[in-house]
């Protein structure tokens, strides 16, 4: 077993936005390998970033997952070379398909065929943080005559993958793949499908990261908190799917039917958190991370819960001097 811990800033409903970067300090001071600052409903991700980076000077960061049905190429390249240029942190970025209420509700886009526009953005992309000029003619991604007055051609590109055409997609063009609440079986076949795909495009297979939501030693706010999150990912497609294939068929019906979050959440039981998050001792964190390890991830990354732990001080320290001293 050998690998990287990295974390990832989380979105509790029941925590105040500004804890973000406290957060981040902690990653910092427990001396993690980098940090992912995602976007929901909370601070733009390349905002957040910038004061992230303000704030924990060395730590390198990884901005994403970004929905490729809201931003261009050329802005996601904006996005990371501003990041980079502002701070002077190492800078990568995350691309996904994200989900049709973020991309088609809240941003009046179009989500579907998502392969087809990663396959586009990342060849776009990829050149454009190069520093080549823009001349890209596809099918969902055009962008002509743009040019980086300061390239950043060290950033990974990295791919939030869920199902299998988007995991062959990642494997064959990205640097990184990322998957999000998923126990560690799933790993084992998401690292296979990586291996035999990237082989067959004849390259090295990029890296899998797996986000991991963590806690130690959770008491029942802890546990009230992880459930209220995975609430959101029920009905989602990819996610949905998987819960079903894990036994809770019951819960992604009800998802999908349109029960609300609350609702969802007072039903998921135990066993479910169990599956796809690592919750415990500190042996017992321990063991749940090296599992993962041994299925095939090259980097996990902790998802701290915070409600019983503030700034998740606890759990990332407790990762920390687990895997990186």
Not at 278 to 301: P, Q
Request: net charge negative; aromatic share 6%.
């Amino acid at each position: 077993m050998s690998g990287q811990i990295e974390a990832v800033l989380p979105f509790w409903f029941d925590r105040p936005d500004d804890e973000a970067l406290d957060i981040a300090s902690e990653v910092r001071r427990s001396g993690l390998g980098a940090l992912w600052i995602g976007e929901m409903a909370t601070y733009d991700s390349v905002a957040l970033a910038t004061a992230v980076g303000h704030r924990t000077p060395g730590l390198r960061l990884k901005i994403g997952p970004m929905a490729i049905g809201v931003r261009s190429p050329v802005s996601i390249a904006l996005a990371v070379s501003s990041v980079a240029a502002l701070t002077g942190s190492g800078v990568d970025v995350a691309l996904g398909a994200s989900s049709p209420t973020i991309v088609s509700g809240w941003h009046d886009r179009d989500w579907a065929q998502s392969a087809i526009r990663m396959q586009e953005t990342i060849s776009s992309l990829r050149a454009i943080l190069a520093g080549e000029r823009s001349d890209h003619d596809g099918r969902h991604v055009r962008t002509h005559g743009f040019r980086l007055r300061r390239p950043v051609p060290d950033a990974r590109i990295c791919v939030a993958a869920f199902g299998p055409v988007m995991t062959r997609v990642a494997a064959r063009q990205a640097d990184e793949v990322v998957v999000n609440l998923v126990p560690p079986e799933r790993v084992s076949v998401v690292h296979a499908i990586i291996a035999a795909e990237a082989s067959a495009a004849g390259r090295p297979a990029p890296r899998l990261v797996v986000w991991l939501v963590a806690a130690l030693d959770p008491g029942p706010e802890a546990r009230v908190q992880l459930a209220s999150q995975l609430g959101v990912y029920l009905a989602s497609p990819g996610y949905g799917e998987m819960f079903c294939e894990l036994g809770f068929a019951d819960l992604v019906q009800r998802a999908r039917g349109g029960a609300r979050r609350s609702e969802l959440a007072a039903g998921i039981p135990d066993e479910l958190l169990a599956c796809v998050c690592a919750l415990g001792t500190r042996k017992e964190l321990a063991d749940r991370i090296s599992a993962y390890f041994d299925a095939g991830a090259d980097v996990v990354a902790v998802v701290p819960s915070t409600a019983e732990d503030p700034a998740g001080r606890a759990v990332l320290t407790a990762a920390a001097e687990s895997f990186c001293s």
